[in-house]
C-alpha cells in the first residue's frame, strides 16, 4: 500500500508542535512518546500500521478547535479517529500526522423523546446510545457488528449500516445533525433536532465522508420506539447459490424483514464455534428477521417460509423464544471476531444489486480457486451489502499482496454488475485505488473539489478515499 512520504520538515518540528498541543490541552490528553503512540499505528485493518507523530484526546468541541486551529497553523495533518475499527484503514495514521481521536467526547446532551432524538457527543459508542434510552422504550436503530466498540462518530464518517439496516436505514437515514470543526478551527452545525434544518441540505455529504471534511464532535440522532416483538428464523440450504436466490425471490415480494443475513459454510462453523447458537449444518444459512404484533410476525414469516419451500430448504426453523433469538444474532454479529480467532483475513465491502447475489457468489468461489486463497462470507443480503473474508498468512511472503489483488478483483466485479465498491465500510485507504474503476476523471475531480471548499490545504484524513495519483497537484500545492 502505497502512502505519501512524510513530511521531513514537520517530523523535525516535533516538539515545538506538541508543546504547542499541551498549552491547549490538559495534561494527559496529549500522546508523543513513542512507545504509546504505537497504540494508535493502526484501526481494525491492521495489515497496514505506522505510528503518528502525536495522538490528542480532547474532551469538548472547544478543545477540538483549538487542536485544530494549532495543525492548520503548523501545516499538520490529522487524522480523526472514533474508535479505531474501521475495516477499511479510514483511521491510519501518517509518521507526520496527529491522530485526533474522540474517545473522551462520549456524554449523553439531550434527550426529548416527543421529538423522538437523542443529541450526544460524537465519541460515544453505538450501542450506549440505544443504552440511554431503551429503560424508556426506544432504541438507535443502526447496528454494525463493532457497536458494542464503535463510536458515533466512526458511523457517521462511513455511513455505517448493521443487520437491521434493511428496514430502518443506514446511519444516514438516521442522523439528523452535526457540529463539526472545519480544519482551520471553525466551529459548524449542519441539521439539527429536526428533518430538513433550514439552508442547504449538506448533512448529506457529511456522512460518509470518511473524515475528510471536518471533524463531528457532537450529533442529533433519531430514536424510534422498541417494536413490539420481533422473531428471526433461520433457513439452511445445500448451495450459496440456491440461498442467494431465495434472497432476491424475498426482496422481489416486497415482504420487508427487518434482516437478511447470509452465512457460508465456512461461517456457519466458525460462528457456532463461538456461539453455540445451534446453527444447522449446511452450506449456506439465511437469518431472517420480522418485527411487530405476534400476528404481523406469524403472517410475514408464512409468506417468506413460503417464498423459502420453493427453493428445497434442507431446514426451515423459527427461534421459540427470547434467549434462542440472542444466540441466533450472536453467532452473526460475532462472525468477524470468531474468523479473526482462526485466520489472518481481509473483509470486503462491495454492494451488488441482489438478483446478482448467485452469479457473484459463483465468481467469488471461482477467484476463491484461482488464487488458491479461502473465502468465507457472510453479509446483509437482503441489501445486497457483501462482505467476502479472504484469508491469507500474513507470515507468508506474498500472501497478503495475492490477499489484495483478489480482493481488487472481487470489487470491481461488483462495480460491474451495477454495484458499488462499499456499502458500509467506506474506502479508507483499503478502496482507494480502485476508485478509478468506479468514477470517472470527471466524477471525482467534482469530489475533490467538495474537499477543496471544506479543507482547503488538504490536512484531513491525508492519503484515504482518493487515489495518491490524482491528489498529487493539491497535496503538493
Ligand atoms: C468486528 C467488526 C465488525 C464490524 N461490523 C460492521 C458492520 O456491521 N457495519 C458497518 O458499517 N461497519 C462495521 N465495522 C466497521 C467499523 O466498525 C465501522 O466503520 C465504524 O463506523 C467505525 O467506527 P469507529 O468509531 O471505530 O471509527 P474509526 O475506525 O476510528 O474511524 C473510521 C473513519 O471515521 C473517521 N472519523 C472518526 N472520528 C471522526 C470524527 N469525529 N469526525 C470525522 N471523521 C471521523 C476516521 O478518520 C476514519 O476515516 C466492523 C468492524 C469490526 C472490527
Redesign the pocket.
Known amino acids: 500500500m502505497e502512502m505519501p512520504i512524510p513530511d521531513p520538515d514537520i517530523l523535525s518540528r516535533k516538539a515545538r508542535i506538541v508543546a504547542r498541543l499541551q498549552a491547549v490541552l490538559p495534561a494527559n490528553a496529549v500522546i508523543h512518546d513513542e512507545a504509546q503512540t504505537r497504540a494508535y499505528e493502526c484501526?481494525?485493518l491492521t495489515a497496514y500500521r505506522c505510528p503518528p507523530l502525536a495522538a490528542v484526546l480532547p474532551t469538548s468541541t472547544e478543545e477540538?478547535s483549538a487542536v485544530l486551529r494549532v495543525c492548520h497553523e503548523e501545516g499538520v495533518p490529522v487524522?480523526?479517529?472514533?474508535?479505531?475499527?474501521?475495516?477499511?484503514g479510514?483511521?491510519l495514521p501518517t509518521a507526520d500526522s496527529v491522530i485526533?481521536?474522540?474517545a473522551r467526547?462520549n456524554d449523553v446532551l439531550e434527550t426529548d423523546y416527543d421529538n423522538r432524538f437523542i443529541r450526544v457527543q460524537?465519541?460515544r459508542?453505538?450501542l450506549s446510545v440505544t443504552g440511554a434510552v431503551e429503560s424508556d422504550g426506544f432504541f438507535y436503530a443502526?447496528?454494525?457488528?463493532?457497536?458494542l466498540?464503535?463510536?458515533?462518530?466512526?458511523?457517521?464518517?462511513?455511513?455505517?449500516?448493521?443487520?437491521h439496516?434493511l428496514k430502518y436505514g443506514?446511519?444516514t437515514n438516521n442522523l439528523l445533525g452535526v457540529t463539526?470543526v472545519l480544519m482551520d478551527g471553525t466551529v459548524t452545525q449542519i441539521g439539527g433536532a429536526h428533518m430538513d434544518a433550514g439552508g442547504l441540505d449538506l448533512l448529506g455529504l457529511i456522512c460518509g465522508?470518511?473524515?475528510?471534511?471536518?471533524?463531528?464532535?457532537e450529533a442529533w440522532l433519531r430514536i424510534l420506539p422498541k417494536p413490539e416483538g420481533a422473531r428471526p428464523v433461520l433457513i439452511a440450504f445445500n448451495s450459496n447459490e440456491v440461498a442467494g436466490a431465495c434472497v432476491a425471490d424475498i426482496i422481489k415480494a416486497g415482504v420487508l424483514p427487518v434482516a437478511i443475513e447470509f452465512m457460508d459454510k465456512m461461517l456457519i462453523r466458525v460462528c457456532e464455534d463461538f456461539a453455540q447458537a445451534g446453527y444447522p449444518d449446511c452450506e449456506a444459512l439465511l437469518i431472517v428477521e420480522v418485527e411487530g404484533s405476534t400476528a404481523e410476525i406469524d403472517e410475514q414469516l408464512g409468506l417468506i417460509k413460503q417464498i423459502a419451500r420453493r427453493h428445497d430448504p434442507i431446514e426451515l426453523r423459527e427461534s421459540q423464544s427470547e434467549e434462542e433469538s440472542k444466540k441466533i444474532w450472536m453467532g452473526r454479529?460475532?462472525?468477524?471476531?470468531a474468523i479473526?480467532k482462526i485466520s489472518d483475513y481481509m473483509?470486503l465491502?462491495g454492494t451488488i444489486p441482489v438478483s446478482s447475489l448467485p452469479h457473484v457468489l459463483r465468481r467469488i468461489g471461482e477467484l476463491s480457486q484461482d488464487y488458491g486463497l479461502a473465502v468465507g462470507n457472510v453479509f446483509?443480503a437482503g441489501d445486497g451489502n457483501m462482505?467476502p473474508l479472504i484469508l491469507y498468512d500474513a507470515n507468508k511472503p506474498g500472501d497478503l499482496e495475492k490477499c489484495e489483488a483478489m480482493g481488487a478483483d472481487v470489487l470491481k466485479l461488483c462495480v460491474e454488475v451495477g454495484g458499488c465498491l462499499t456499502?458500509?465500510?467506506?474506502v479508507?485507504i483499503e478502496k482507494r485505488d480502485l476508485m478509478t474503476a468506479q468514477f470517472s476523471p470527471e466524477d471525482l475531480e467534482a469530489q475533490l473539489g467538495v474537499k477543496d471548499v471544506f479543507d482547503p490545504a488538504w490536512l484531513?484524513?491525508p492519503a484515504?478515499?482518493f487515489p495518491l495519483a490524482v491528489t498529487e497537484t493539491r497535496r503538493v500545492a
Do not use: Y
Open positions: 484501526d481494525a477540538v487524522v480523526p479517529r472514533g474508535s479505531g475499527t474501521s475495516l477499511a479510514g483511521a485526533l481521536g474522540v467526547l460524537s465519541g459508542t453505538n443502526p447496528d454494525p457488528s463493532s457497536q466498540a464503535c463510536a458515533i462518530a466512526g458511523n457517521i464518517a462511513m455511513n455505517s449500516g448493521g443487520a439496516c443506514v446511519t463539526m465522508s470518511e473524515g475528510q471534511l471536518g471533524v463531528v464532535t454479529k460475532a462472525a468477524f471476531s479473526g473483509c465491502d446483509h462482505h456499502g458500509e465500510h467506506g479508507g484531513l484524513n484515504k478515499v
